[in-house]
């Protein structure tokens, strides 16, 4: 089939079946997966077990996930620009988390440089791994009069394919750190933000919890990220029963008392990090260790947990604060974890 690329986003509409989805075949694999229009190639792929080269995780840092678009119109991002030469971008290549599918497209994925993390979740259902925090482990040269780069230098310069950020609180402990372990390093990442500098080679020791929050249940389940493998599952009743069982009694204390709002998010907040320490007790992982968390929960319980008003998800119109939530750092949680 013959590509039809353009490098402008307009479009006289999107092309797809009628079904509300678009059609997307990914080859030499021939699989077709069929997802929301706007949806990325890289998110698309990743859902449906298809890796996609990536050390970002998606988060277009990396420049690895190239594709080929070999049918179907696709825009150039301005990444897409910094990657690839103009013939390249003629004939499609394209950074998969930068490609959003707005029309049926065919895709051809290289083989992969990287090797692919992916757990197996379910019966059989393949997920690409992609948490948002990364180790690299670096041994860096140490300083001398003929090499006076300066300790964030050094580290960012054995980091080439991300454009790191560095933390206040990180360049406050990085020259201690770095001498310390004879500047060899763990550099602790999440997204393009170094968050932390561990001495030695700590990128074994690398978890993440996974929260359900639900009305009645809590269930927490600790993940090694670098395998996705469940190492601990604990569960117990939401702290905030004594307020009634479903979401309704609990919006209605919040309306009808001004503490209560304060009382629920620190009863879901206890909850969460009761969890916490189960979890890590069983699986004799340091919460120190743990450097993501993921919560998913229904709208009020996610609300109640951040300790936003619920009050308008109670009375028509029912209206949510935000249909996606920000990026929230474990403390605003009331964890304490990495
Ligand atoms: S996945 Fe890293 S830039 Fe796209």
Request: proline share 6%; net charge negative; charged share 20%.
């Amino acid at each position: 089939m013959e590509a039809r690329l353009h490098d402008s986003p307009s479009h006289d509409g999107p092309a797809h079946d009628g079904s509300g989805r678009v059609r997307l075949r990914f080859t030499p694999a021939e699989r077709e997966v069929r997802v929301p229009p706007g949806v990325m190639v890289f998110d698309a792929a990743s859902w449906n077990g298809i890796a996609i080269d990536s050390t970002c995780g998606g988060h277009g840092t990396c420049k690895k996930c190239k594709i080929q678009v070999t049918s179907g119109e696709v825009p150039i991002s301005p990444l897409d620009v910094r990657a690839f030469d103009a013939a390249q971008l003629r004939a499609g290549w394209r950074l998969a988390c930068r490609t959003s599918a707005v029309e049926d497209l065919v895709v051809e994925v290289p083989p992969l440089e990287t090797r692919p993390k992916a757990a197996t979740v379910g019966v059989g259902r393949q997920v690409i791994l992609r948490p948002a925090i990364k180790k690299r482990y670096v041994e860096l040269a140490t300083p001398t009069l003929a090499d006076q780069r300066s300790d964030v230098d050094r580290l960012t310069a054995a980091i080439d394919d991300l454009e790191l950020r560095v933390d206040l609180h990180v360049l406050r402990r990085l020259p201690s750190v770095m001498r310390q372990a004879d500047f060899h390093v763990t550099a602790v990442i999440v997204d393009d933000l170094l968050i932390d500098v561990e001495a030695g080679d700590t990128t074994a020791e690398c978890f993440a919890i996974a929260f359900d929050l639900g009305t009645t249940t809590v269930v927490a389940t600790l993940l090694d990220t670098g395998t996705g493998t469940p190492r601990a599952v604990a569960s117990m009743l939401n702290k905030q029963q004594p307020f009634g069982g479903d979401v309704i009694t609990r919006i209605s204390a919040t309306m009808l008392d001004p503490e209560a709002l304060a009382t629920l998010q620190s009863l879901a907040q206890e909850t969460l990090r009761e969890l916490v320490g189960e979890v890590c007790a069983e699986a004799a992982v340091d919460p120190g260790q743990v450097y993501e968390v993921a919560l998913a929960g229904n709208a009020v319980m996610t609300a109640l947990v951040l300790g936003i008003d619920p009050e308008p998800l109670g009375v028509a119109p029912f209206i949510l604060s935000s249909a996606t939530m920000p990026g929230v750092r474990a403390v605003d949680l009331g964890l304490r974890v990495h």
